[in-house]
């Protein structure tokens, strides 16, 4: 019989013969290589800082460092796979998550003005009026991003639209840190850990649909809520012990209701998609502990007072959120309205349809490249979770808890997501798909490493992850930010788009007796109006845009060929005094992202050659046209230059 001491020694060898097998050796060089060739591949990007507005940020940013960063990538996923025991293999995860992270970052890497075009810019015009005072704290829904933002950007020096930035980048790494983390108090393997950081790296909750890589409430909280599921991973599963505190309470316990209420405040819409999966956990520990039910469930500790609480906290916050009351009321009465025949079933869907047919393309060929990866990981965890309950698979006691837990919740919340699926809530039902994703995130990896224990002596294993893993990699990053490939165009804002729109508002002609009124060919100019308030150096500042700009029509392409007619026939009895405002996001995302289907760019071109229209502002990024019209109303339009000249109305701007 061995002594305890000559095992030791054989175990000791044993490590000292794989740290320094040639096997090990070409890992950690790799991963010298892998670090090296991320740290160059964010320097590449830095030195190419963007100009003007960039239809697509893969085509703008340096083919350089996409090579890099996949090199790095690629290297982080075969060393942690061969060494997923080792220190090495966390390192090599470690390089992963900087990889994505480089690429996440890519707008503050390469200088980009702000980053979300639409509600972004909304919620730039939050964050900025929070900052001055002009917006308090209790009045906003989820303010928790806003003042996180205002936080950075005090205590970094930073701008506040370069803030929000970097709140997108924390979220993010919350996100690819955490569901690791979580999978590892499931699964006490490292191999489980290191396929739960990949998977992890795809970013699955990330749709372009109703979720997105920006300033967003919604796929901000979505991206935080791992670190909830971890607290309550560790905290069922009896871990962070603490003798110094009174009964079962331990930091984790208290701690938790903090994070849960930053996740209220982040969005409550997805915090009560978790805080129901409290509840339905505290029950089924309940209903366990309560009857003969023989399962682990009822070996966990409970969480009682973490559900009553969070539920507490969620009903104190939104009772006093008119917001929130508009939502459960718009539910109300879609269901009531669809029951009773009269409301469609996803119309957003059907919306989305029609405008893929405008510009040439399928509803299949947009889905197949935006959700296939997630479509395939959720086949993955509906086969674990089929052959769990049919009895095919024999899971530990913390994996059975939380497959049975998640996929019974899931049952739960799926009326409440068809609820969102209807009438004019239905964008709502994208986002919890979003939130679907994060628990696919959490149990693909479990799936996953039974499928490798299975595998284990089969030599093909490890090679047939890495290409899965790749494959998943590269289809899941060419679809994390819009572009032409999902013909959409890039959340780009730059400097000169925001100073274009800043000098018209802050030049508006005073002509009598009504203001100027501003068009757009796509672009909604109130958000504009709103990310302008509170912004320091214009003359406004810190209150909203002064005067208030009159938003006219978006010109359709036909009213393109003869702006005078367009706004002479269809605005004549209101005013006639118009600017026509062409930003490069409208041309290029017309041009490149569309194809030209709904607007051609001899239609742009056009308009700088029509008589009685001018040319008032330009900036190389941002044009604005001066549609000349006679004053008073009633007179034709097509007047002579003499007439035009001893009209009332002047031009307000140089030619």
Same mark, same amino acid.
């Given at each position: ?103 996440? /970052? ?392 925001? /100073? ?68 002479? /026939? ?5 005013? /006639? ?79």
């Amino acid at each position: 019989m061995a002594l305890p001491q000559d095992h030791i020694l054989k175990e000791q060898a044993s490590r000292w013969d794989r740290l320094f097998s040639p096997g090990y050796r070409i890992g950690k060089v790799g991963l010298v290589i892998g670090f090296l060739s991320t740290a160059i591949a964010t320097l590449v990007a830095h030195n190419s800082p963007a100009t003007g507005y960039e239809v697509s940020i893969y085509g703008a940013t340096p083919l350089l460092f996409w090579v890099l960063i996949g090199l790095g990538t690629l290297i982080a996923l075969l060393v942690s796979i061969r060494h997923s025991e080792a220190t090495l293999g966390s390192l090599a995860l470690v390089l992963g998550g900087m990889c994505i992270l480089s690429i996440i /970052s890519l707008p503050i890497i390469r200088g980009y003005q702000f980053y979300g075009l639409s509600d972004g810019l909304n919620h730039l015009a939050f964050t900025r009026n929070l900052a001055v005072g002009l917006l308090p704290f209790f009045d906003m829904l989820y303010p928790s991003g806003h003042s996180t933002a205002v936080l950075i950007s005090g205590v970094a020096g930073i701008s506040i639209p370069r803030a929000m930035l970097f709140v997108v980048t924390v979220c993010t790494l919350v996100f690819i840190t955490f569901v690791p983390l979580t999978v590892r108090e499931i699964v006490r393997d490292p191999r489980a850990v290191v396929l739960a950081g990949f998977t992890g790296f795809l970013l699955m909750p990330v749709t372009n649909v109703g979720t997105f890589i920006q300033f967003h409430p919604f796929s901000l909280a979505t991206l935080f809520s791992p670190l909830v599921f971890y607290l309550l991973v560790v905290h069922i599963y009896g871990g962070a012990r603490d003798t110094s505190l009174p009964g079962s309470l331990t930091p984790v316990s208290l701690l938790m209701p903090f994070v849960g209420l930053v996740l209220i405040l982040y969005h409550p819409q997805l915090a009560f998609d978790v805080i129901v999966i409290f509840l339905v956990l505290a029950g089924l520990q309940f209903a366990v502990r309560r009857t003969d039910w023989k399962h682990p469930i009822g070996r966990t500790r409970t969480v009682y007072g973490q559900s009553a609480l969070l539920s507490g906290l969620f009903y104190l916050w939104n009772s006093n959120q008119w917001e929130a009351s508009v939502v459960v009321e718009r539910t109300q009465e879609n269901l009531v309205e669809y029951f009773l025949g009269r409301d469609d079933i996803a119309p957003n869907v059907e919306s989305r349809q029609e405008s893929a047919r405008e510009i040439g393309i399928t509803l299949f060929e947009l889905f197949a490249k935006l959700f296939t990866v997630e479509t395939v990981f959720a086949v993955i965890v509906l086969a674990l979770v089929v052959a769990k309950f049919v009895g095919w698979v024999r899971l530990k006691t913390e994996a059975d808890t939380a497959v049975t837990v998640l996929t019974i919740a899931g049952i739960v919340l799926a009326p409440y997501f068809f609820s969102q699926f209807l009438g004019e809530v239905a964008h709502h039902f994208f986002r919890h798909i979003g939130f679907v994703f994060v628990v696919v995130s959490i149990l693909a990896p479990i799936a996953l490493y039974h499928l490798w224990s299975g595998l284990e002596r089969n030599r093909l294993a490890q090679p047939l992850l890495v290409v899965f893993f790749s494959f998943a990699l590269i289809l899941s990053v060419i679809a994390i930010y819009p572009s032409p490939y999902i013909f959409r165009h890039n959340h780009h804002v730059s400097e000169q788009h925001m /100073s274009g729109f800043e000098e018209s508002f802050a030049n508006q002609p005073t002509n009598e007796p009504k203001p100027v009124l501003f068009r757009n060919t796509g672009l909604v100019i109130a958000r504009y109006e709103r990310a302008l308030s509170a912004r320091p150096g214009t003359p406004w500042y810190p209150g909203p845009v002064t005067p208030e700009p009159v938003l006219g029509e978006q010109v359709p392409e036909s009213g393109m060929w003869d702006l005078r007619d367009r706004v002479a /026939s269809a605005y004549w009895a209101e005013r /006639s005094d118009s600017h026509l405002l062409i930003t490069e996001v409208d041309r290029r995302r017309a041009i490149e992202a569309q194809d030209g289907i709904r607007y051609s760019a001899a239609s742009f071109e056009a308009v700088r050659t029509q008589p009685m229209v001018h040319r008032v502002q330009t900036n190389g990024q941002f044009r604005s046209y001066y549609i000349d019209l006679p004053t008073p109303p009633g007179e034709l339009y097509n007047v002579t230059e003499e007439q035009r000249t001893d009209s009332p109305l002047k031009l307000s701007h140089g030619g």
